[in-house]
């Protein structure tokens, strides 16, 4: 088993691991085993969402972990066609169901939509009433971009505990997180080694992360794999990160990154890797019937 993972303090008090496990484009059966083989390593974090359709999958698998529910942080997400309040609220329980539990560590809006955004501070309003309810521990969003995160702000009352938003070496996003430092709000970074580059279904011909040879340097100097270099960076620079992986080896290699550390020399020169061009989706084109016209099934 790895060193135990360092924990983040949120801005209401509530701790989380630095680093998770994600579950992003898992299936069912592959979000039972590997979210199984990461409890058994180490993890006690695990992020998912409504719209992976994997929720189920979560919650099985940590039961049959043995663990106590207080040792596995959970974090879910709504998705935007569920926004608004007593559909956001519905959400929750939705989620609650699936994943088998009464409390849920920290509940998130998926996305802006920035189009629809009466709704979504409508669906943040109904987080507000589920943190005061303690049917949530900590409450946040993600994909939003620093105009987004303003106006949230503006309209109501508790400041997000995370951003979670595409963060990696060839996309750092500076004013997102210059913003979410500014407010208090801790960064979460998906796609933290740069899967969004290579994964299966978001376009052609794009450069892996894995294969740079400035981070394939900094790795051989350490006796390490890219893939640790770059989570070891995240942490350095004060974010949170939840990599993904439905292989044993590579999920149990991931959680090993708190036993070295990287020079200041060796940090900037991942800064420096920064291309500006995003690997997911646009934030602000997502609306409720966008991107699939996802719907988010009863539990």
């Known amino acids: 088993m790895s060193s135990p993972v360092p924990t983040y303090d949120l801005n209401n008090g509530v701790q989380m691991p630095a680093l998770g496990f994600g579950v992003f484009q898992d299936d069912p059966d592959q979000t039972l085993a590997a979210v199984g083989a990461a409890l058994d390593v180490g993890y006690r974090h695990v992020d998912t969402a409504a719209g ?13 972990s ?7 942080f959970v974090e879910t997400k709504v998705w935007v066609s569920d926004y608004g309040y007593e559909a956001t609220l519905h959400a929750f329980d939705k989620s ?19 189009r629809e955004f009466d709704r979504t501070l409508e669906a943040y309003r109904a987080l507000e009433r589920l943190l005061a309810d303690g049917r949530v521990r900590a409450i946040g969003v993600s994909n939003f971009m620093p105009d987004h995160l303003a106006r949230l702000l503006d309209e109501r009352t508790v400041v997000p505990a995370v951003n979670q938003v595409e963060v990696h070496p060839y996309f750092q996003q500076p004013d997102v997180l210059a913003a979410n430092a500014a407010n208090g ?5 998906w796609s933290p080694i740069g899967g969004i580059t ?27 794999t890219p893939a ?35 020079t200041d020399a060796q940090l900037q ?10 690997g997911g989706p646009d934030p602000a084109e997502i609306t409720s019937q966008s991107f699939g016209g996802i719907t988010i099934p009863e539990a």
């Not at 994943?99 to 998926?110: E, R, S």
């Open 185 to 189: 709000v801790l960064t979460q970074a």
């Open 269 to 278: 020169a991942i800064d420096a890797l920064d291309t500006g061009v995003r």
């Open 96 to 114: 609650a169901r699936k994943l088998g539990m009464q409390q849920i560590d920290l509940l998130i809006l998926h996305q802006p939509a920035p």
């Open 66 to 72: 043995g663990l106590e529910r207080s040792e596995v």
């Open 198 to 224: 290579f994964y299966a279904g978001f376009g052609d011909q794009r450069r892996s992360t894995l294969s740079d040879p400035v981070i394939a340097d900094i790795a051989r100097e350490h006796d390490k």
């Open 52 to 64: 992976y359709g994997n929720e189920r999958q979560v919650g099985e698998a940590i039961r049959r």
């Open 228 to 262: 640790q270099v770059m989570l070891r960076w995240h942490l350095e620079r004060g974010r949170q990160v939840i990599p993904k992986s439905v292989t044993p080896s590579r999920i149990a290699e991931n959680l090993d990154v708190v036993d070295f550390t990287l």
